[in-house]
């Protein structure tokens, strides 16, 4: 179970954390991704970091804003948004990849429940 939270309204310019706790299985062994989607929209990859925190992958979107990292021992994945621009507004959801190298920005057959987050202009 991946559980999401963190979300909410901030102006264009400001900072969330993201946070997604995993339970119930040795997701400290799994990747872990951050997707979103936005109203209309398909879901799209946003970020992605393997079992041990040491590689990540970013989408061009958010790349250079955003900081994905993981806490093995509270079995929790972040997301760490900067410079939030009003394009950034979807809900976001945490997914896990038993593959515990991978950086896919696919193929994660475990989601969490989505969190909101909304930015204003």
């Known amino acids: 179970q991946l559980q999401a939270s963190g979300g909410g309204l901030v102006q264009a310019g400001g900072s969330l954390r993201l946070s997604c706790t995993a339970s119930?299985?040795?997701?400290?062994?799994?990747?872990l991704g951050w997707f979103r989607q936005a109203p209309g929209k398909e879901r799209d990859f946003v970020a992605a970091i393997n079992w041990r925190g040491s590689s990540t992958r970013y989408a061009d979107s958010v790349k250079g804003r955003s900081t994905i990292s993981r806490d093995s021992a509270k079995n929790t994945v972040y997301l760490q948004m900067n410079s939030l621009k009003p394009e950034d507004t979807a809900v976001y959801y945490c997914a896990a990849r038993n593959v515990p190298r991978s950086i896919s920005n696919e193929e994660y057959p475990f989601w969490g429940q989505g969190t909101q987050v909304t930015v204003s202009s």
């Open positions: 119930g299985r040795a997701f400290s062994l799994y990747a």
